[in-house]
RNA sequence: GGCCCUAUCGUCUAACGGUUAGGACAUCAGCUUCUCAAGCUGGUAAUCCGGGUUCGAUUCCCGGUAGGGUCACCA
């Protein structure tokens, strides 16, 4: 708040505590947030919670969690309704000067709030009634006729303030030098240059960036659409790729380059070259970073957000153990968009067959092309005593498929595969016979064979 | 409806008067160990419409159309 250093950058994100942090905050928070990072300049939070009625503080909880989660590191925080003196010290300029009166009229508000019908006095500016222009940094110069908004309420009371009067005042107080806001606040802008003129307080720069519609390109809404963070956060979607999604969302950094960390894009920001449209949410391409993301992670780190998902049935399960799950996770984790998916994967029964033999009917073993359970169940005791051969120490899946391959080019590949890999899943969809050997181990691997061998009888 | 903003493949976007209109996701086909997944290779796919300006318009101007935003004692 130091006055002295007004050629700082600081640019703010100004949530309103009365949802879960949406979607749409998160971007414009993102690219406040590198703009000001890269100007080596100062990101702020300020709660926007002038409506009592409305603002609850679980919901400034999950906003601030969200933005900490993300990794968006504020470098000062506010709280509107901790600043109502400030506000009133403006209001009363306000009254003093002649540019704003009180009003004596009937409440509107609802009855929570005021009391509709009640005989109150609220404070309004004087509107000069002329014509605004601004120069947008993305859109260039916008121009409003504001006669048409009239007179308009900037406070309650006196020691009441509403969002435009509290927004100019605290921009300014916090030396705000850009506006990085949604376009939806173009048609506020000229308000808010009005009430700064007649406080006589200089206007910061404005970069209106386009919204984010729901991939029918309508508005995103909460019923139909997943706008909260947190629903994404409890999906398992990394921070990372949600942040290198969003930043590519209407901005691109001139090069075929996607993926990005957070301080590559501090590098590469251009608020010049964020687009002018709006941009559809388009889930797959989210998913999509976050398979690269998952790709990127250690398998340590991949493990314990598996674990983490994974159902209580499969932990619970006699035959569970951290050991297999960690042998398995190079399997699944190409098999998954997200971590949530685990779960998924293990309604499906995806994942059952890892830990305990899995139940199936004899006939299932045979594959398509063949017409006889003997040949298969042949092809099964073949494999059986082939495998035996193999160490155990040795058993991985490169010197299965050395002892294995030869046979099933020469009786056929699926001939054999077919029923070897249904032997070990249990499922017409798996990954292949070897990997699953590997995983398996020698013993139960020629166990599951023999239990095959016997089904067929 | 008034006012404001916007308009390139299905989606995110590149091309800042001259390109076979490029990339990514998705999609399709082929290959890769039987199935699945992943991977690799290749393919389909776009300048909203109509006028100008210009030797030449995706690009500049105007109009239309469409989409979005906003019209609170919410933010």
Redesign the pocket.
């Given at each position: 708040m130091n006055k002295s250093q007004d050629k700082e950058i600081r640019t703010r994100i100004?949530?309103?505590p009365?949802g879960d942090l949406h979607i749409g905050t998160v971007r414009t928070a993102l690219f406040s947030y590198l703009f000001a990072k890269q100007n080596d300049g100062k990101f702020i939070v300020r709660i926007?919670?002038?409506?009592k009625e409305?603002?609850k503080k679980e919901f400034e909880k999950d906003i601030l969690e969200g933005f900490k989660w993300l990794g968006l590191k504020e470098d000062e925080m506010y709280r509107?309704s901790e600043r109502t003196d400030v506000y009133k010290k403006y209001i009363k300029q306000l009254l003093d000067s002649e540019n704003a009166y009180i009003s004596k009229?009937?409440?509107?508000?609802?009855p929570p709030?005021?009391g509709a019908g009640k005989e109150?006095e609220?404070v309004r500016l004087k509107n000069p009634g002329k014509k605004v222009e601004f120069e947008?940094m993305?859109?260039?110069?916008?121009?409003?006729?504001t006669t048409?908004l009239g007179d308009?309420?900037i406070a309650?009371s006196i020691d009441d303030?509403?969002?435009?009067l509290?927004?100019v005042v605290d921009d300014h107080e916090m030396s705000i030098s850009h506006i990085i806001r949604g376009?939806?606040?173009?048609?506020?802008t000229p308000r808010q240059i009005l009430i700064q003129e007649a406080l006589g307080i200089n206007r910061p720069k404005y970069a209106?960036i386009?919204?984010i519609?729901a991939?029918d390109?309508?508005?995103m809404s909460k019923r139909r659409n997943a706008t909260s963070i947190t629903e994404y956060r409890q999906k398992g979607y990394i921070s990372r790729a949600l942040v290198n999604y969003m930043a590519?969302?209407?901005?691109?950094p001139?090069t075929?380059r996607?993926l990005f960390t957070l301080e590559k894009l501090i590098e590469e920001f251009k608020l010049e070259?964020i687009?002018?449209?709006?941009?559809?949410?388009?889930i797959?391409?989210l998913?999509?970073f976050n398979?690269e993301y998952i790709?990127r992670m250690s398998e340590d780190e991949v493990f314990e957000n598996v674990k983490e998902n994974l159902p209580t049935s499969i932990i619970n399960m006699s035959e569970y153990s951290d050991a297999i799950l960690r042998k398995i996770i190079p399997i699944i984790s190409?098999?998954m968009n997200v971590f949530g998916d685990i779960k998924q994967m293990s309604d499906d029964g995806e994942l059952d067959y890892y830990f305990k033999n899995p139940e199936y009917n004899a006939k299932d073993l045979l594959?398509?092309q063949d017409t006889d359970l003997k040949t298969s169940s042949e092809h099964l005791k073949k494999i059986a005593s082939l495998l035996e051969g193999i160490n155990e120490n040795d058993f991985i899946?490169d010197s299965v498929?050395e002892v294995v391959w030869g046979y099933a080019e020469e009786k056929g590949?699926?001939s054999v595969?077919?029923p070897?890999?249904?032997a070990l899943s249990g499922?017409?969809?798996?990954?292949?016979?070897?990997?699953l050997a590997e995983v398996l181990g020698k013993d139960e691997t020629i166990y599951r064979l023999n239990n095959a061998i016997n089904k067929i009888g």
């Open positions: 100004a949530p309103s009365t926007e919670d002038t409506d409305r603002s509107q009229e009937e409440s509107k508000a609802n709030a005021g109150i609220v947008d993305i859109r260039g110069k916008i121009e409003f006729d048409e308009f309420v309650r303030p509403l969002y435009h509290a927004v376009e939806d606040h173009i048609s506020n209106h386009p919204l519609l991939p390109r309508s508005k590519l969302l209407g901005w691109n001139g075929d996607e070259n687009q002018k449209g709006g941009a559809a949410f388009d797959e391409k998913n999509w398979r790709k190409e098999r594959w398509k899946q498929k590949k699926g595969l077919w070897m890999r249904y499922r017409d969809k798996s990954p292949d016979p070897f990997a």
